[in-house]
């Protein structure tokens, strides 16, 4: 789904701050200067895929990321917390490619890596939530939902009820929800995400439109047409201010309110 996707690449960039210190934020298909097996170079690397990733670039990404991932195993091994990094950013790339079992693969690795530095991290409780979507993504939902309810608690922990992270796991399971036939849990969930997510980023944010158009498929799929026509014009005219503001195309998959009748 759209917003999750989304919401993953915005969780990336968070992720990568800890690289921040280290990197030139750049677009150039260059390493830095110096030698090759060295972090600065793996931390740009990993720079330049999570943009090209952003673009839909993948392929680049994919090659950028392999680099920097050998570049973590030569210094420090594969077990650390710069490679788990670079990984869950690499599975994002499969995702985006469809490849979800891949993806899938890459996510558990990180997990295992970060686990040794304790269950409670809020890294920790993000990375199960990547799992859970790829679970989400392959079909797999009675595996997903305990990734996502282990997540939420913890990364309520961290943030508080009203964060994007939260809002994220409460996404996951509503979509979990609607597919296992659970409609009213999944409303609701949608529900409480859209609260979340107006309340941190004001009502016309992709993230509101993206479950907006959600919960209007959920309602159109059992007849409330009129709930449905709301939220598919709530969610155009959020499409429309994002394309206005300056990235066209963002809310492109946010459906016509004519598409339900």
Known sequence: MLLQAEGIINKIYVEGILFAPYIKLSYADTLLPGTALCW???FN???????YARMGRFDKSLKCYRQALEIARVIAGDDNLQYAYVANNMA????????HQEALSLYQKG?????????????YGANLMDIGYAYNQLGQYREALPCFEQAAAILKKWYGEKHQYYAMCM???AFIYEHIGEYDKAIRLYRQAFTIYKDAF????PY???????????????GRYDDAFHCYQQA???????NNRSSPGLCSKCNEPGEFV
């Open 171 to 173: 996404d996951g399971e």
């Open 208 to 222: 509101c439109g993206f479950v907006s158009n959600n919960l209007a498929t959920l309602y159109k799929s059992f």
């Open 45 to 51: 690397l990993n720079t330049q895929a999570l943009m």
């Open 202 to 205: 004001g009502e016309s944010h």
């Open 40 to 42: 600065p170079n793996a």
């Open 92 to 99: 994002f790339a499969y995702s985006g490619m469809g490849l």
């Open 236 to 242: 155009l005219k959020i499409r429309e201010e994002v």
């Open 111 to 123: 997990l295992t890596i970060k686990k040794q530095f304790g269950e409670d991290k809020d890294f």
